[in-house]
């Protein structure tokens, strides 16, 4: 399942490496289709987030079409996940990665939001991918 990277903002990214990393999660997922991974700035996120009914930013957003052509997108904020890592006491390559895996679990199917059941599943999965990808944390800019 390939995945095309869209950049609107400023903070610099390893795009290739991030690309690379996120197909080893959708070929462990077995999807058909294309995700889109769009990063973009505060106000984007904020806009987007008003279609969910929500004022403010937040770190990801995910949007699941299911369609043949267009599996789903997903958006990230790295100025809200650079806010984020400072709190959680990680880095944001860890916490970018992080929020990166988990808008593509969204796109598969996965919701933490249904029931615990559902929720405890797609955390353990999140935490896997990304402890599949430690080695390479420290080269994502």
Known sequence: MPIRIFN???????????????????NAEKENGIIDLIF??????????????KSG????????????????????CPDYVM??????NVTFNQELLRVCIHGILHVCGYDHEKDKA?????????????????DFLNHIC
Not at 122 to 134: D, H, P, R, V
Request: hydrophobic share 40%; net charge negative; with cysteine.
């Open 8 to 26: 609107d903002q400023k903070v610099n990214l390893n795009l290739p490496l991030i690309s690379t990393l996120l197909e080893k999660v959708l």
């Open 40 to 53: 973009v700035d505060m106000d984007e996120i904020v806009r987007l987030n008003s279609y969910r009914k």
């Open 57 to 76: 930013p937040t770190d990801v957003l995910s949007f699941n079409y299911d369609q043949q052509a267009l599996k789903g997108e997903v958006y990230v």
């Open 83 to 88: 806010e984020n890592a400072k709190i959680f």
């Open 118 to 134: 559902s929720e405890k599943i797609m955390f353990e999965k999140q935490e896997n991918y990304l402890s599949g990808c430690a």
